[in-house]
């Protein structure tokens, strides 16, 4: 895979060496920025899938179709990804909120608690059966270290719509939410307790 240069801080103009704002105040902004909410996964190399709760998902260009993910750099599924230069990103529906959960916990165990399938070389990653309306398959372009971070950009491969009901799952304000039929937001339940997501 391609190691993109690293990002180089601005040092001019006036704004240069102002501080930045406290991380509560930033984390509270992004609070206020909904997002849908995926998976990802990977397959590491010994063998053993890998997967965390992420909302730091954008799309980056059409063409070629190509996706970027933000992943904590202590994270094993950023080393699975490393490893084997593929993910899968499971889109989330709306009633997948126990997995949602369960991926962003520290339990070794998620993946023993939801049906999954993975079989390379046609999926990047391990497709969640039961909780993702959508599934893309991936393979890594590049990658770019920021803060704590890494920064993974990948072209989308394959697609797989693995249920009639795409109504996403989002979060916004630390909880859960889902559209209804008239596309206005419901609560999909209560509140999660803040983890770090270190798989």
Do not use: K
Request: proline share 9%.
């Amino acid at each position: 895979m391609t190691s993109l240069p690293p990002i180089a801080p601005r040092t001019a103009g006036p704004m240069a060496h102002r501080p930045s704002v406290p991380a509560p105040s930033f984390r509270s902004l992004m609070a206020h920025f909904p997002a849908g909410v995926a998976v990802v996964t990977a397959m590491a190399a010994d063998g053993r899938p890998r997967g965390m709760t992420c909302t730091a998902l954008s799309s980056v260009s059409d063409r070629p179709p190509t996706l970027l993910v933000c992943i904590q750099q202590s994270s094993r599924t950023l080393a699975a990804i490393d490893e084997s230069s593929t993910f899968a990103v499971n889109l989330l529906h709306r009633h997948a909120r126990c997995a949602a959960e369960r991926f962003a916990s520290d339990r070794p165990d998620r993946f023993d608690q939801v049906p999954w399938e993975y079989r390379a070389p046609s999926h990047g990653g391990p497709h969640l059966l039961g909780d993702a309306h959508t599934v893309a398959d991936c393979r890594v372009t590049g990658m770019v270290t920021v803060a704590d971070h890494t920064v993974v950009f990948a072209e989308v491969f394959s697609v797989t719509e693995r249920t009639d009901d795409p109504t996403p799952l989002l979060y916004a304000l630390r909880d859960y939410w889902s559209l209804d039929e008239g596309g206005s937001g419901a609560p999909a339940g209560s509140a999660i307790r803040q983890t770090r997501r270190t798989d």
